[in-house]
């Protein structure tokens, strides 16, 4: 078991309609359109500069409220097991979360965006531009596309 340990802080927090895990939409075929904004704190908004002109954004994040770590999870697009890794479950050995968002506007160090399935006050610990070099055609999306094509989804 690797000893080392790492510290991060916020760089801000979610302000986000979800106040609780279950009005999250989840399983097969959820939409993800919330609204909601990245509060960003005074001291990083120079770091903001020039993320208006991306589309799209990577946010990382803290599952703050989950407590404890299961390497399997039965996901709820699937009736079936799966290692942790091969999910996007909350309980994880480093809660950490990761979401692509669309970015509406900048508004100073406030930016609304829409996508977000993360919980009122989640801290944010990083943004980086979503940009991926892979074409659909090269992507496989292993057993959740089998769970769909079972599902009729
Ligand atoms: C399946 S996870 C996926 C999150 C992210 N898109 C990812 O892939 O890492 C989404 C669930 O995380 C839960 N969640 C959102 N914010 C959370 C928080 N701050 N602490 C604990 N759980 C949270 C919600 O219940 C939501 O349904």
Not at 65 to 89: I, K, W, Y
């Amino acid at each position: 078991m690797a000893s080392e340990m790492f510290s991060m802080q916020p760089i801000g927090y979610v302000r986000s309609p979800y106040q609780n895990r279950s009005a999250v939409p989840r399983g097969l075929g959820a939409k993800h359109d919330a609204e909601g904004v990245l509060e960003i704190l005074p001291e990083f908004e120079r770091g903001l500069m020039d993320i208006e002109g991306f589309s799209h954004l990577f946010v990382i994040w803290v599952f703050d409220r989950s407590e404890g770590c299961d390497l399997m999870a039965t996901p709820p697009s699937d009736n079936r097991q799966h290692g942790v890794f091969a999910t996007r479950s909350p309980m994880r050995p480093n809660p950490i979360g990761l979401t692509v968002v669309e970015l509406l506007r900048r508004d100073g160090p406030r930016l609304h965006v829409r996508g977000i399935d993360m919980l009122e006050g989640t801290p944010i610990l990083d943004l980086k531009p979503y940009l991926s070099s892979i074409a659909p055609a090269a992507l496989r999306r292993g057993w959740l596309a089998e769970a769909e094509a079972r599902s009729g989804k």
